[in-house]
């Protein structure tokens, strides 16, 4: 893979980010029933990783001579918080599967610096897929 292929992919993931934020503030605004209390603490922290992790996608695509996207991703509305919570899950899978990838990448590439920086968004998002899995009673 050549480094405008790695640019690009590194995009794309900052955009589900973007969609990430954009999705979990909604949830976390309209999520309703008692059961969910918890699960609504724990959105507002995946909240505020998504974050980190959007910005770290940024700075690695700057640091690889590229341009950070702006593009924000469409977000469809949920009917009711168990569908929220499934929305989230379904990206934050998609995410996990992506940064797998990533890492893998870099290294063969011989990016160890972009590859470390990756390292703690795969955790992270190893970590919100159990969470909301956890949550669905999954
Ligand atoms: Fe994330
Ligand atoms: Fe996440």
Same mark, same amino acid.
């Given at each position: ?37 918890? $699960?609504? &603490?724990? =959105?507002? /922290?995946? %909240?505020?990783? +998504? ?7 940024? *700075?690695? !695509? ?18 009711? $918080?168990? &569908?929220? =919570?499934? /929305?989230? %899950?379904?990206? +934050? ?7 797998? *990838?990533? !890492? ?35």
């Amino acid at each position: 893979m050549d480094q405008t292929k790695l640019i690009e992919l590194l995009n794309g993931d900052l955009e589900t980010e973007y969609r990430s934020i954009v999705q979990y503030i909604s949830h976390i605004a309209t999520a309703k029933g008692a059961e969910f209390q918890s $699960t609504i &603490e724990e =959105l507002r /922290q995946h %909240l505020s990783q +998504e974050l980190q992790h959007a910005t770290a996608l940024a *700075e690695q !695509v700057d640091f690889l001579g590229g341009v950070p996207s702006v593009r924000v991703p469409p977000v469809s509305a949920a009917t009711d $918080t168990r &569908e929220a =919570l499934g /929305q989230d %899950l379904e990206l +934050e899978q998609n995410q996990l599967e992506r940064y797998r *990838e990533r !890492v893998s990448q870099t290294q063969e590439m011989g990016l160890g610096d972009v590859s470390e920086a990756l390292r703690p968004l795969l955790q992270q998002t190893q970590d919100h897929v159990r969470d909301l899995q956890a949550a669905l009673g999954l």
